[in-house]
Structures are given as C-alpha cells and as structure tokens.
C-alpha cells in the first residue's frame, strides 16, 4: 500500500452513490483525479465540486455513453490509469415472474459493461501499465435463489477478469476483481421487501470499507479481495458442498429474516 495514487487518472462508474461515491471520494482523497460517471447528473456534480474531480454523465448500458467517458477522460486528462467498474443493477425474484427486458438490463449494466468499457480503455491502459477494478460479489462465489440474473453477471464478472488479467500480463495491465457481501448501501435497504432473506444472514459491510478494497487492489494489483472473510469460506464450502448449503439455508434464512425485520424498524423510525 506504499505507491502513490496522487496524478493518476480514475475512472470510477456508478460513482453517484453508494460504493462507487465512497470510491470515488477515497481515490480523491489519495490525490487522484477522479472521473465520475453515472447516469445521475446532479449528484455528480455535486460529488465532482466536493472532490475536486469530473462529472461525466454516464449510462453504461449505452455504448456511445461508454465511447464518450473514454474520450473526455483522456481530452481533459490525457491518460487513463484505472478504471473501476463498479456500476450495477438489479432484478430480484423468481426467474418466472422477471421481465425479459429486466434480466437483460442486469447483464448489461454488471457484465456488458465492464466488459465494454475495459476494452475503450484499454489502449490507455496498456500506455500506463494500469488497472481494472472490477466491483462483483460474493454472490459471484456461491448460488443465490431469486437473485439469478445478478448471480450469473457477478459470476461472468469474475471470469472475465481472471481470464483478461491472464491475457494482459506481459503487458503490465492487471485485473482485478472486489467481491463484497452485503452492503449498507441504498442497492440493498431500498429493496428490503425483496432481498432474499439469505443475504442478511451474513455480516454487513459499509461502502468505505468495500472501497477501501478497491484502492488497495488498484494499489497493489491482487487478483481478488473477498470480504467479510467469514462470508467467502462459507461462500467456498456451499459452491464446493451445495448439500452443506441446503442444509445451512433454512437456518441462515431464519437469521437474515429476523436482521431483515430489524433493517425495517430502523428504516420506519428514520421516516
């Protein structure tokens, strides 16, 4: 944790809230210029006067809004150093009662993305010897029901970022891949009636520290940091035994339940 993020060039996606903000305002705060897209005009603007960094109104499912945060980046920076793809969406419920156009908009956002938006970057990235951070989930480790289309994006999230950090080795280009479990952000408790209850089982980070880890990937370019630890080996042994996992659910579910219930009256006595 001892190279120097002062000068370089971030871009950070979903930076309008939640963890892509408290990102944002870490790399700020490390002396990086920050570039911050999302699709919120208003908040990045303001985030843009607080840190000091650029607003560049983003929907990352847009390939032409894609084209234009590489190209006013390196218009206004002249380089790009790291790229943090950390923009997300949503689809929860059973697979049945999603809508197609729902399902498609997760893998857009989470998987296509990034995807996108690393390859734009890329030749920018090869003249800084960069990196890619990409923000997955513990969801990408271990089968999550009612969460399929969000499961499967964090899945291939993380594939295509081991099998692109292969490929960019000898050209000094890393790629890594953050995969947080639950977080206190508005993705999660503005959604409470619908987030399986499985995910409350288990401990809740806040948005600094899951942007804490981002830093320090894009600092010292490990491959993946997973966290809680606690979260990820029971992550392991569920993917490795699913019947440990049948046979952990209802109690875990239980649990997560009885944390959902308590969520809602904080929730109603903030109102």
Known sequence: MNESLAGKVVIVTGASSGVGEAAARAFAKQGAVVVLAARSADKLSALAKAIGGIAVPTDV??????????????ARCGRIDIVVNNAAANARGALDTLEPDAIASVIDANLKAPLLLTRLALPHLRQSRGVVVNVASIAGHVPLPYEAPYCASKWGLRGFTFAVREELREAGVA??????????????????????????????????QVA??????????????????????????AATFPWMQEWLRPSLE???????????????GRK
Request: proline fraction near 7%.
């Open 61 to 74: 499912s847009q390939l032409g809004d894609l084209r234009n945060l590489v190209e006013t980046t390196v």
């Open 175 to 208: 790629v890594c891949v953050v995969s947080p479990g639950p977080i206190s952000t508005p993705f999660v408790l503005d959604d409470l009636d619908h987030v399986p209850d499985l995910v409350f089982s288990q401990p809740i980070l806040t948005a600094e």
């Open 212 to 237: 804490d880890a981002i830093v320090a990937c894009a600092i010292d370019r490990k491959r993946e940091r997973a966290l809680p630890r606690s979260t990820l080996v029971l992550a392991k042994l």
């Open 254 to 268: 239980a649990k997560g339940a009885r944390v959902k219930a308590m969520l809602k009256l904080k929730g109603a």
